[in-house]
């Protein structure tokens, strides 16, 4: 299994922009596909994002299109996270995932999680 650790969180006014990163390790990166959900105090947990193996593919939450682009570097063994026009409702942990097989929506297709890492947006 593939550990992953995020980092890249942080307070941030409305409007203004993150990049989440999530560094991989113990496992062949390149051959994962990975994504983003993320979980608000009292909510479930939620799909934000998912790429494929090479980044070919990606697909996005509703409420994130347009605002918020994954990437990876398989050199780097890292997926990334860049979001743009941030928003109060943003708010949350966000969490990275890997999962050989599947890049879509339900988390349960994910065998490895990250840690977590706390993203605050304020109006």
């Known amino acids: 299994q593939v550990q992953l650790v995020e980092s890249g969180g942080g307070l941030v006014q409305a409007g203004g922009s993150l990049r989440l990163s999530c560094a991989a390790s113990?496992?062949?990166?390149?051959?994962?596909?990975m994504g983003w959900f993320r979980q608000a105090p009292g909510e479930e947990r939620e799909f934000v994002a998912a790429i494929s193996w090479n980044g070919g593919r990606s697909n996005y939450a509703d409420s994130v299109k347009g605002r918020f682009s994954i990437s990876r570097d398989n050199a780097k063994n890292t997926v990334y996270l860049q979001m743009n026009s941030l928003k109060p409702e943003d708010t949350a942990v966000y969490y990275c995932?890997?999962?050989?097989?599947?890049?879509?929506?339900?988390?349960?297709?994910?065998?490895?999680w990250g840690q977590g890492t706390q993203v605050t947006v304020s109006s």
């Open positions: 113990g496992g062949t990166f390149s051959s994962y596909r």
């Open positions: 995932a890997a999962s050989r097989y599947y890049s879509g929506a339900d988390p349960r297709h994910y065998g490895s």
